[in-house]
Each structure stands twice: as C-alpha cells, then as structure tokens.
C-alpha cells in the first residue's frame, strides 16, 4: 500500500472495483476553455464509463473526441473516511446497435427526464484514486 501525504493510492484495480460499485458521478469537460462538471448516472462496463445524454456539451465532447474526466467519490463525516477515483481518457458517442446491443450492463436510465438518448463512452487512459488512510 502506497501512502502520500496521509493518503492511500489506489491501484488501477481498486479504482476500477470502486467505479463498478456506483452508479452516479461527475463528468468534467473543457467548453470554452474553461472546466465545466455535469453530474450523470453511468454504469462502468467491461473497463469503460458508459452514460446517457441528450444534445449539448456532453454530446459535443463526444463527437469530438474531447478529452474528458470523470470522477466519483465517497465520504463518511461520521468515521472520517473516504476515498475518490478519477479516470481521464477520449470520450466517444456509441452509435452502432451492434456496440450498443454488446453494453453488459448498459447505461442507467438517466435520473431526470428529457432527451437523453444518446449513449457516451469513456475508455480511461487513466484512472487514479485516494483513500483517506
């Protein structure tokens, strides 16, 4: 175990285990060079983040091949404890019913409504995390 400045760093692994076991995170893009976070239901499928969207900045960065990050993250005020995870990589709009037929688990239904039919992929090129130790 790696610790840094009182924080344990999480392997590749253990991020990858943390973001299976939730459903809710932020995204965070650059629009007008400027960072914006959105907050999205996704589900991490065979090593990527898969997530909803409708028209507009998520789905642009998607189209684009925008560098994205995606992060979540868990906090107990009570023990004192908790952990982040953050991965980066190209996102990318699934487009093809085959790709979107082969999603495991597929991306959750999104938690508000609106139009939000447009499936995005995230295939980290690299995922970090700290736990308080």
Known sequence: MLIDDGL???TEEQCGDLLASQSFGR????????????????AFDDGTVVFRSGPG????????????AFEIDN????????WSVLAVGRAEEIADASELEALHGGAPD????????????????????????
Do not use: C, F
């Not at 995204?27 to 996704?42: C, D, E, K, Q, S």
């Not at 906090?75 to 908790?82: E, I, R």
């Open 110 to 133: 999104p938690a508000v409504e609106g139009d939000r039919t447009h499936y995005v992929r995230l295939r980290p090129e690299m995922m970090t995390g700290r736990r308080i130790a």
């Open 8 to 10: 344990e760093l999480l």
């Open 75 to 82: 906090w107990d005020p009570a023990q004192g404890t908790g």
């Open 27 to 42: 995204v965070g893009v650059t629009v007008g060079g400027l960072p914006v976070i959105m907050p999205v239901n996704y």
């Open 57 to 68: 900045t998520k789905l642009r960065a998607a189209s684009s091949g925008a560098i994205i």
